[in-house]
């Protein structure tokens, strides 16, 4: 039983570790597990507090959730290097004021799909797509 507590102390410790890399508050970061042929996926959620949304922030698989959780702390703390900054613009049905979100991604569609995470397609209208420069 000793061993389990330790586990968990861990996840918490890395957690933590990702949350305070981000510069997020608890409440603005959610770190959601599933079982995947065997392994863990770790989605790590991000929620935007100006407007209320959640978003993918990136999905990881690991061989355990500490596993997973060292790997999505590796990557936070290299993505602005490996990745691009997309700004999207939409809204939500019945919404009617346009959003702005920024996003890291690998390419166009890992972008939109960070933005589609959790949502039905049909109740979001997208008007742009921006790859940012390179600053």
Not at 52 to 57: A, D, G, H, V, Y
Not at 71 to 78: E, N, Q, R
Not at 115 to 123: E, I, K, P, Q
């Given at each position: 039983m000793?061993?389990?507590?330790?586990?968990?102390?861990?996840?918490?410790r890395?957690?933590?570790e990702i949350?305070?890399?981000?510069?997020?508050?608890?409440?603005?970061?959610?770190?959601?597990?599933?079982?995947?042929?065997?392994?863990?996926?770790?989605?790590?959620?991000?929620?935007?507090?100006?407007?209320?949304?959640?978003?993918?922030?990136?999905?990881?698989t690991?061989?355990?959730?500490?596993?997973?959780?060292?790997?999505?702390?590796?990557?936070?703390?290299?993505?602005?290097?490996?990745e691009?900054?997309?700004t999207?613009?939409?809204?939500?049905?019945?919404?009617?004021?346009?959003?702005t979100?920024?996003?890291r991604a690998?390419?166009?569609?890992?972008?939109?799909?960070?933005?589609y995470?959790?949502?039905?397609?049909?109740?979001?209208?997208?008007?742009?797509?921006?790859?940012?420069?390179?600053?």
């Amino acid at each position: 039983m000793e061993y389990r507590a330790d586990v968990h102390v861990e996840a918490a410790r890395i957690q933590n570790e990702i949350k305070n890399f981000l510069g997020l508050k608890s409440s603005d970061l959610i770190f959601e597990y599933s079982n995947v042929d065997g392994k863990v996926k770790l989605d790590l959620i991000t929620i935007n507090p100006r407007h209320n949304q959640s978003f993918l922030f990136k999905s990881i698989t690991g061989f355990d959730k500490t596993d997973a959780l060292n790997k999505m702390l590796d990557y936070v703390k290299t993505h602005k290097e490996k990745e691009s900054s997309y700004t999207i613009q939409w809204a939500t049905k019945g919404m009617g004021e346009l959003q702005t979100s920024y996003f890291r991604a690998k390419n166009i569609y890992d972008a939109m799909d960070k933005l589609y995470y959790g949502r039905d397609m049909n109740n979001l209208t997208v008007f742009s797509v921006v790859l940012n420069p390179i600053a």
